[in-house]
C-alpha cells in the first residue's frame, strides 16, 4: 500500500470490499496475488488447516479422502475459505492448483472464476483432489435448461469413479434438490455418492461435522482406498453473537497503518472518514454499533454475513465508490470542504450511513416532504441577505446539487425498507429527556462536543442556527414553513446521532430481551441458573397464552383445530400439547424454536417476540395480531396432535365436528366410552 500526495491509500482498498467491488466475490487470481485486506482468524481456519493435509495422498502415506462439504448463502466466507485452502497447498504442500484447462489458477484473468479446479502434488500427473468454488453455478449457463442440482450429481459421480478428494462450497438448497429430484430413481440412488449426499441433507445443522462411515471407493483405480466426508454450515454462524468476529474485523480496519496518513492531513477536522475511525476506535461507542448491528441481524432473521460485513464497515469508514467517479475518496472529501459543501460530508457520517443513508443531504427520504422542505429552505436563501456566506454557500449545494448516492448497498439493511430503517428511533416512542438532549436546542456541553459531536456537526449546526436566527426577516406566511423545514431538517441528523450513541432504537427493550434469550438457550440446561430457568418456563406459558387466544384457534382454551371442520379438545391437549422453547440448530443463533411433543417444531423469531410481548402484556387486542406470525407454530401444534395418541385416550378427549353453519355434533369420551351429542 502506497500513499500518494496526502491521501490515504487504505480508504481506496477498502471501497473494493463493497458489494460490487473486485474483492466482494473472491476470484482465484485474488487468493494467490493479493492479501486479504481485512483477514482475522475465524473458525473455519482449523478446518482449512485439516484440510490442507488431508485431501492429499502425501506420497501415498494417506488412503483416505477427504470429501467436505460447505454449505451456506452466497457472502458467508466459502470462496475466501478456498483462497486460504489454495494458498496453503501451493505454498506450503508445493501443489499445483489448476482450472478445468490446466491453467494454473495464478494465471488466470482476474475476473474469471472456474467451475471446478483441482489439486495436483508434485510433478504427479493425476489429480488428489477437485473443489467446487461455488456449486450453485454452472460450467456453461448459457446451456438450455442447465441446473446446478444436476451438476453437482456430475461432479460427485466424476470424484467418486476417480476415487479423489472433493471440496463442495454450495447453498443448501442446491443440495437438497439433487437429493430430491433424484431420490426414487435406483439408477442414482443406489450409487455410494448419492448415500453420502442423502446423509449431509438429513445430518443435523449443526456448525460442523463428521460422517460416522467411511465408505470404500469402488473404481478400478482410485486414488485414495477410501473416503471421509465431513460438513460445515456456515450460516449457523453469527459474527456477533457469542462471538467477536465483526468487532474483530472493525478493529483491524481502525488500525490499519494507512491512518497514521491522516494526522497531518489539513482536511482531517472535516473528513467524515476519519471522524468515523475516530468514533469506533472509542470502545463504547464500537460496542453501540455492532448491538444495533446485532438487533438488526436478529429481527431480519438472517445473519450478517462476511461479505455484509465488510462492505458495512467499507462504507462507514470510505464511503460510496458511486460518489466519486474515478476520484479518490480523499480528494472527494478535499473538494467538498473547499466548495463548502458540508451537508455532504454529514450525510456520510457514521450514524447517517446507518441509519438513514437513503436520505439526500440529510432532507426527507419522502419526495413530497423533502421538495416542501427544499422549496420553504429556498425561500430563505433567496430572501435573506444576512445569512453567512457560509450558510449561503452549503444551501446552494442542497437545493442546486445532486447529493451523495443514496443506493449503498447492503439494501437488505440499509435500505429504505431495510431492517436498520425498521429499527430508527422515530418508529417508537423515546424518552422525553432524549428529545430534550438532542432536538431542543443547538448547545451541547463541551463534554458531549468532544465525545460526539465533530467539526462537521458544528459547521451543520452552525448553519442551522444561522438560518432560524434570520427568519424573522422572511414574511410572516413563510416562517412557519421555513421553521418546519429546518427543525425536521436538522432532527434527521440530531436525533440519529443520539440514538446512536446512546443506543436508542425503535423496540430495543425488546430485541435485547431476546437476544438475551438466545444467548440463554445456547446454555445445557445444567449450566442454566434457577432464574434462567424461570425466564424459559414464563416464556413457554406467554406462547401457550397466545397460541389459545388466537384467532385462527377460534375457540376457548386449550383447543386444536385438526382441520377446517373439526376441533380437538379437552384437558389432554392441555397437558400434552404444550409448547416448549428451545434454540434453533438451524437458525444461525437469530431465532428460536417452538418445540412440541412427537418432535414438531416451528421457528420462534424476533418479530414474534415483539408481538408476542405487546399481546400478553395487554397492549394489544388479539385480532390486531398478525396471524401470520403464528401459522407456522399452529401447523406444528396440530401435526403434533394428529400424530399424538388422542385417539386411544379413555378421558379428557372432545372432537367437536361442525356438520354445517347450524348443527356441530361433539364426541366426548369418558372411560372409553364415546358419548355423542348434537349442538
Not at 255 to 272: A, I, N, R
Request: aromatic residues 8%; charged residues 25%; glycine residues 4%.
Amino acid at each position: 500500500m502506497t500513499q500518494d500526495n496526502g491521501r490515504n491509500d487504505f480508504l481506496f482498498e477498502l471501497l473494493s470490499l463493497q458489494q460490487d467491488g473486485k474483492y466482494a466475490i473472491s476470484a482465484p487470481t485474488n487468493w494467490i496475488n493479493h492479501e486479504p485486506l481485512l483477514e482475522i482468524p475465524t473458525d473455519i481456519d482449523s478446518i482449512i488447516d485439516e484440510l490442507s493435509n488431508t485431501i492429499l495422498t502425501n506420497n501415498k502415506k494417506n488412503e483416505t479422502a477427504r470429501w467436505h462439504f460447505f454449505v451456506g448463502s452466497p457472502g458467508n466466507g466459502k470462496s475466501a475459505a478456498m483462497g486460504k485452502l489454495c494458498k496453503k497447498l501451493i505454498s506450503q504442500k508445493g501443489c499445483k492448483v489448476l482450472d478445468e484447462n490446466n491453467t494454473s489458477i495464478d494465471a488466470l484473468e482476474p475476473t474469471k472464476i472456474p467451475y471446478s479446479i483441482y489439486v495436483r502434488e508434485g510433478n504427479n500427473k493425476f489429480d488428489s483432489a477437485q473443489i467446487v468454488q461455488d456449486a450453485s453455478v454452472v460450467p456453461n449457463p448459457f446451456l438450455i435448461n442447465v441446473d446446478p442440482a444436476a451438476e453437482l450429481l456430475k461432479t460427485l459421480t466424476y470424484a467418486w469413479d476417480k476415487g479423489i478428494s472433493l471440496i463442495v462450497c454450495t447453498n443448501r438448497g442446491v443440495l437438497e434438490k439433487a437429493h430430491r429430484d433424484n431420490l426414487g430413481k435406483h439408477e442414482i440412488n443406489s450409487n455410494p455418492w448419492f448415500k453420502i449426499l442423502k446423509a449431509i441433507v438429513e445430518a443435523e445443522q449443526s456448525i460442523s461435522g463428521v460422517l460416522p462411515s467411511s465408505p470404500s471407493f469402488d473404481s478400478k483405480k482410485p486414488i485414495f482406498k477410501k473416503v471421509c466426508v465431513g460438513y460445515s454450515h456456515l450460516d449457523n454462524h453469527s459474527l456477533l453473537q457469542e462471538r467477536d468476529t465483526f468487532d474483530q474485523i472493525i478493529q483491524k480496519a481502525i488500525l490499519d497503518p494507512g491512518w497514521e496518513q491522516c494526522v497531518s492531513c489539513p482536511s482531517k477536522s472535516l473528513c467524515p472518514f476519519k471522524a468515523n475511525c475516530e468514533s469506533i476506535s472509542d470502545k463504547e461507542i464500537r460496542q453501540k454499533v455492532l448491538n444495533l448491528l446485532t438487533k438488526a441481524e436478529v429481527l431480519s432473521g438472517q445473519v450478517i454475513v462476511f461479505r455484509e460485513a465488510l462492505a458495512i464497515i467499507s462504507l462507514i469508514l470510505s464511503g460510496c465508490p458511486r460518489d466519486y467517479d474515478r476520484v479518490h475518496p480523499c480528494e472527494w472529501v478535499q473538494l467538498k470542504i473547499s466548495h463548502q459543501d458540508f451537508f455532504s460530508l454529514a450525510t456520510r457520517r457514521i450514524y447517517m450511513s446507518l441509519f438513514t443513508p437513503y436520505s439526500p443531504y440529510g432532507l426527507d427520504a419522502i419526495e413530497g416532504l423533502r421538495e416542501k422542505q427544499k422549496d420553504a429552505i429556498d425561500k430563505i436563501r433567496t430572501t435573506l441577505e444576512d445569512c453567512q456566506p457560509e450558510t449561503r454557500a452549503a444551501i446552494s449545494h442542497v437545493i442546486d446539487n445532486s447529493p451523495p448516492c443514496t443506493d449503498v448497498g447492503v439494501s437488505r439493511l440499509l435500505g429504505e425498507n431495510g431492517t436498520i430503517a425498521i429499527l430508527d428511533p422515530s418508529n417508537d416512542s423515546l424518552p422525553y429527556q432524549f428529545y430534550h438532549d438532542w432536538d431542543s436546542s443547538f448547545d451541547f456541553s463541551p463534554e458531549r462536543k468532544n465525545s460526539c459531536i465533530s467539526s462537521i456537526e458544528i459547521k451543520c449546526i452552525s448553519i442551522w442556527k444561522d438560518l432560524e436566527e434570520n427568519l424573522e426577516n422572511i414574511a410572516d406566511y413563510s416562517v412557519s414553513d421555513a421553521h418546519w423545514a429546518i427543525r425536521r431538517w436538522s432532527s434527521n441528523f440530531m436525533l440519529h446521532l443520539g440514538a446512536l450513541y446512546e443506543g436508542q432504537t425503535a423496540w430495543a427493550k425488546e430485541l435485547d430481551e431476546f437476544v438475551t434469550l438466545l444467548n440463554l438457550m445456547s446454555k445445557t440446561q445444567s449450566t442454566r441458573t434457577i432464574e434462567e430457568k424461570r425466564q424459559i418456563s414464563n416464556l413457554d406459558s406467554r406462547l401457550e397464552t397466545l397460541l389459545n387466544s388466537s384467532r385462527v384457534i377460534q375457540s376457548a382454551n386449550n383447543t386444536v383445530n385438526l382441520s377446517e371442520k373439526v376441533t380437538l379438545s379437552g384437558k389432554w391437549v392441555q397437558n400434552n400439547l404444550k409448547p416448549k422453547t428451545s434454540s434453533s440448530s438451524g437458525s444461525g443463533s437469530v431465532s428460536l424454536s417452538i418445540v412440541f411433543p412427537e418432535g414438531e417444531r416451528a421457528v420462534f423469531a424476533a418479530p414474534m417476540y415483539l408481538w408476542l410481548n405487546r399481546r400478553v402484556k395487554g397492549h394489544l387486542d388479539s385480532r390486531c395480531f398478525p396471524q401470520e406470525l403464528l401459522t407456522g407454530v399452529e401447523d406444528a401444534r396440530i401435526r403434533a396432535a394428529s400424530k399424538g395418541k388422542y385417539a386411544v385416550v379413555d378421558n379428557d378427549i372432545e372432537l367437536i365436528i361442525e356438520v354445517n353453519k347450524n348443527e356441530k355434533i361433539r364426541l366426548t369420551r369418558f372411560d372409553g366410552e364415546v358419548d355423542v351429542s348434537h349442538e
